[in-house]
């Protein structure tokens, strides 16, 4: 086969799968078409503005979303995830099919194997489930020192966060300083429900993890995430054995909610 033949083929299969994405998004509810038309805008203010913006992938559902738009449509932002070491199967399956999709690679950050090393010898393979100071070190070691890096030289990260996964994270406004970090944070889905993640992600056909059709709304680490019963709160999975106040792993500091809300929540 020529190089002429493989341009005209690879051109070819571009255009229909352009088509196939212009269908789709016409036939998605015209309220998630300005959504999704809206967060567009939003990431691409993010670059005018930042200009150097990152896209800190969880791999979750509400990162499918993200991950469709800013490699579509903002491919300056960066998109990086985090390996912890203790991810799922089924998350690492997920991060083949997404570079396969788009054919392109995320950017993968791993923790310092010495302090892995140091805190497993002082606390144990599971010693994350001792206690809260235990737990927080092991995320800060395995999740927040490689975000750090990540973030580095960064002027603006995007997030998948929404309002409807907890009350602390009603409070979360569209462009944020953020503090903790030293630069701006950019929230593109908190107007989306949990019906417009998946309407879009099956609608679209992008790939999710598996472990969402077996009740995991929210997933993390392996030992630390579970299936949530019925009626719980979309992250209740996470760290469950915890009091609800302090289930987040530093990347979102929890905000301190009014008195009436904590009256009529449970976090």
């Known amino acids: 086969m020529t190089k002429e033949h ?20 016409s036939e998605l509810p015209e309220e998630l078409r300005f959504r999704a038309a809206n967060a567009v805008e939003q990431l691409k203010a993010a ?3 930042y200009k150097n913006v ?22 300056q932002i960066e998109v990086f995830s985090i390996d912890t070491g203790r991810l799922y199967p089924e998350t690492y399956e997920l991060i083949e099919r997404i570079q396969h999709k788009y ?24 010693g994350f489930r001792n206690g809260l100071d235990e737990r927080r070190s092991c995320c800060h070691i395995r999740k927040i020192e490689p975000f750090q890096r990540a973030l580095q030289g960064k002027a603006a990260w995007v997030t998948g966060i929404r309002k409807g996964q907890s009350a602390s994270r009603a409070l ?20 989306w429900s949990e019906k417009d993640i998946w309407t879009y992600i099956r609608k679209l056909r992008l790939p999710y993890n598996s472990l969402h059709d ?17 009626g719980e709160d979309e992250r209740a ?31």
């Not at 392109?104 to 010495?114: C, E, M, S």
């Open 6 to 25: 493989m341009f005209i083929i690879g051109s070819s299969f571009r255009e229909e799968r352009h088509e196939f994405y212009s269908a789709a998004m």
């Open 47 to 49: 670059v005018a503005e």
């Open 54 to 75: 990152t896209y800190a992938n969880s791999l979750g559902s509400e990162s499918m979303v993200l991950t469709d738009l800013i490699w579509r449509e903002v491919p």
């Open 103 to 126: 054919g392109r690679k995320l950017h993968v950050y791993y923790p310092q194997g010495a302090k892995v090393e140091g805190w497993v010898a002082q606390n144990g393979i599971n």
């Open 172 to 191: 979360s406004a569209p462009v944020e300083w953020d503090a903790a970090y030293g630069l701006h944070k950019i929230s593109p889905l908190l107007d």
């Open 214 to 230: 077996t009740g995991f709304p929210s997933i993390g680490c392996a030992p630390c995430t579970r299936a949530v019963q019925h």
């Open 237 to 267: 999975g996470r760290w469950w054995w915890e009091r609800a106040e302090s289930r987040e792993c530093g990347l979102h500091p929890r905000r301190q909610l009014p008195v009436a809300v904590l009256a009529t929540t449970d976090l």
